[in-house]
Structure formats: structure tokens, C-alpha cells
């Protein structure tokens, strides 16, 4: 068994390369779309890999949701994967929702300014 030092450190090397995968992603692929579409694209992708999810739902550790649902749902059938998928629907759909309120609001703000600048 993971002794506590080093699951801590596991999850923090895969919460730090999970970050740079998505900024790598926004930087190589993204470069082209205004901020609010990368914003739009990547909340959703960092609260997929990002969301905690308790391994069993008598256990005391976490793991991500998403593999957490792989495992159970593969091994296990549809009813054990349903304690992790929970959470993880929760907050990948939260962030959608703010990724687009973000993006129209950097949207209206983008146009705000252009129109201020064509009256000056």
C-alpha cells in the first residue's frame, strides 16, 4: 500500500501535468481562437480529468473520477461506477456552464470595445 507521502505526491504530479497538458493544448492546437472558446474548451477538459472521486464509496482515498468510472464500469457493471460518475457529470457540466458565461461575457466585452473604438 501507498504509504501517505507518496499518494499525496501522485496526485500532485498528476494534477501538475494534467494543467500542462491543457496549457500545452491551448498553446499548440488552440492558438488561433479568442480567449473565451479556449476557456470554453478547457474548463471542461481540466474538471474531466481533475474531478476527485473516492475509489470505493467505503473508501478513504481518492482518485480521478474519470478513472475511477473506467475501472468500476469495466470490472463491475454500470451500478458500481455510479458513486464516482455523479460528481464528475456535476462538475463537468458546472463548468460548461461557466465556460460559456465566460465566453459571452469576454464576447460582449470584446464587442463593447470595438464599438468604443469606432465612435471615438
Do not use: C
Amino acid at each position: 500500500m501507498l504509504t501517505e507521502t507518496a499518494y499525496l505526491s501522485a496526485l500532485i504530479v498528476y494534477a501538475l501535468s494534467t494543467l500542462l497538458a491543457v496549457a500545452l493544448i491551448n498553446f499548440w492546437l488552440l492558438r488561433r481562437l479568442p480567449l473565451g472558446l479556449k476557456i470554453l474548451l478547457s474548463l471542461p477538459v481540466l474538471s474531466l480529468f481533475l474531478t476527485p472521486a473516492f475509489i470505493q464509496p467505503e473508501a478513504d482515498t481518492l482518485a480521478p473520477a474519470l478513472v475511477v468510472v473506467a475501472f468500476q464500469w469495466l470490472s463491475q457493471g454500470q451500478e458500481a461506477a455510479a458513486h464516482a460518475l455523479r460528481p464528475l457529470l456535476l462538475f463537468t457540466g458546472t463548468s460548461v456552464v461557466f465556460g460559456i458565461l465566460l465566453a459571452l461575457i469576454l464576447a460582449w466585452l470584446g464587442r463593447r470595445s470595438v464599438s468604443n473604438e469606432s465612435q471615438a
